[in-house]
């Protein structure tokens, strides 16, 4: 298992907070109350799992609200970069100016260990051999042993983003192979476009430079195309290879 430089800045899980099944049943009474995704983010940083929670972010074309609705909340809550060394030169910026501008306190770069990547991929065109395995060594292994320490993690992903994303939960019980449950909030999931637009532009978000050269969703460089008018925002990823994830987004009960 790959394990993050990051790894032991985590917080450590103590046995005072809930069990992340416990958690999760806390957290969907309070779905089932009404709660939207925006109080139930606050819930789960200030009541339910404090301190055991992590965002991760890709400081994408669409990163930045949800890095601003929870630095309102609270702005040490640990922000997770996966650093694949993939990433285009403004992602690298935008990262930087993001975290200042929002005030982040705690935005960890999380890299695959330099063993794994000379022994995964050694020439670094694993990406265009095998996209899958090159994000499960750039991106799964990684993470995995980030969020390690973590009871749940918060995540940017909407429903009309795509197909494969259409029913997505704003509070979900994620399963890992190893038999360990982790929270996962999605409080941005019953967001549409043009909601998520109006909010970014009300709270004056800077916006990822590529946006404007028709990037509207950003990942790897050497994975990621500009999109033409009426293509799916999501159509540059990963363009022509029928791959629509990364695999950082498990199975869950
Ligand atoms: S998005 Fe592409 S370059 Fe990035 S980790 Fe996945 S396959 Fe590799």
């Known amino acids: 298992m790959d394990m993050s430089p990051a790894l032991d800045q985590g917080y450590a899980r103590h046995s005072a907070f809930p069990s992340a099944e416990a958690a999760f049943e806390q957290l969907h009474a309070l779905e089932l109350a009404g709660l939207d995704g925006r109080a139930l983010l606050r819930e789960a940083i200030r009541s339910v799992l404090p301190g055991q929670l992590?965002?991760?972010?890709?400081?994408?074309?669409?990163?930045?609200?949800?890095?601003?609705?929870?630095?309102?909340?609270?702005p040490s809550v640990p922000v997770i970069f996966l650093e694949t060394g993939k990433h285009f030169p403004?992602?690298?910026?935008y990262r930087e100016e993001l975290a200042a501008h929002l005030g982040l306190t705690d935005v960890r770069?999380?890299?695959?260990?330099?063993?794994?990547?000379?022994?995964?991929?050694?020439?670094g065109e694993l990406w265009y051999f095998d996209p899958d395995a090159c994000c499960a060594?750039?991106?799964?292994?990684?993470?995995?042993?980030?969020?390690?320490?973590?009871?749940?993690?918060?995540?940017g992903r909407k429903r009309f983003q795509a197909a494969s994303r259409n029913t997505l939960p704003l509070v979900e019980l994620e399963t890992l192979k190893s038999g360990e449950r982790r929270v996962k909030l999605n409080?941005?999931?019953?967001?549409?476009?043009?909601?998520?637009?109006?909010?970014?532009?009300?709270?004056?978000?800077?916006a990822h430079p590529l946006v404007e050269r028709g990037y509207p969703s950003i990942g790897c460089s050497v994975c990621t195309r500009a999109v033409g008018a009426g293509e799916d925002a999501r159509a540059g990823r990963w363009s022509g290879s029928g791959k629509v994830e990364c695999g950082i987004h498990r199975v869950t009960a």
Not at 109 to 123: F, I, M, Q, S, W
């Open 187 to 206: 409080p941005l999931a019953d967001w549409d476009a043009a909601r998520l637009k109006t909010e970014m532009q009300a709270r004056d978000l800077p």
């Open 90 to 93: 403004e992602t690298l910026a």
């Open 137 to 155: 060594l750039r991106k799964v292994r990684p993470l995995d042993a980030a969020l390690s320490g973590f009871a749940g993690w918060i995540s």
């Open 54 to 74: 992590a965002s991760v972010s890709s400081f994408g074309a669409e990163s930045a609200l949800l890095l601003s609705l929870i630095a309102e909340i609270d």
């Open 109 to 123: 770069d999380v890299a695959p260990r330099a063993e794994a990547l000379a022994d995964g991929d050694p020439t």
